[in-house]
């Protein structure tokens, strides 16, 4: 069983940055992908961005490509999301999960091991 958990949420103005961390314990976390995931206010949860295993494969959903980075350092057993140029619309609950699927997983469904999440609150 894989443990994970997200830090780095707060209150930042628009444009500002923020860089999020999960970390994960247990299980075997080189082996699976690591999805960011968000939740809005009265919104379902969305797929924000994910990596492979190694790194090599990123994926971004088109409202934050250009502007998040997603990147891994297995020996830490931590991933991260830089988050740039932030909007109000980014406001959200950010949350980590590892999947098994094979390929760019983006649905929900396809993680099974989920942080609490991180609160970011973007003001304009």
């Known amino acids: 069983q894989v443990m994970v958990a997200e830090s780095g949420g707060g209150v930042v103005q628009a444009g500002d940055s923020l860089r999020l961390s999960c970390i994960a314990a247990?299980?075997?976390?080189?082996?699976?992908?690591v999805g960011w995931f968000r939740q809005r206010p009265g919104k379902e949860r969305e797929f924000v961005s994910s990596?492979?295993?190694?790194?090599?494969?990123?994926d971004y959903a088109e409202r934050v490509k250009g502007r998040f980075t997603v990147s891994r350092d297995n020996a830490k057993t931590t991933v991260y999301l830089q988050m740039l140029n932030l909007k109000p619309e980014d406001t959200a609950v950010y949350y980590c999960?590892?999947?098994?699927?094979?390929?760019?997983?983006?649905?929900?469904?396809?993680?099974?091991?989920w942080g609490q999440g991180t609160q970011v609150t973007v003001s304009s």
């Open positions: 999960a590892t999947s098994r699927v094979a390929s760019y997983p983006r649905a929900p469904n396809m993680y099974v091991y």
């Open positions: 990596i492979s295993l190694l790194g090599g494969n990123l």
């Open positions: 247990g299980g075997t976390f080189s082996t699976e992908w």
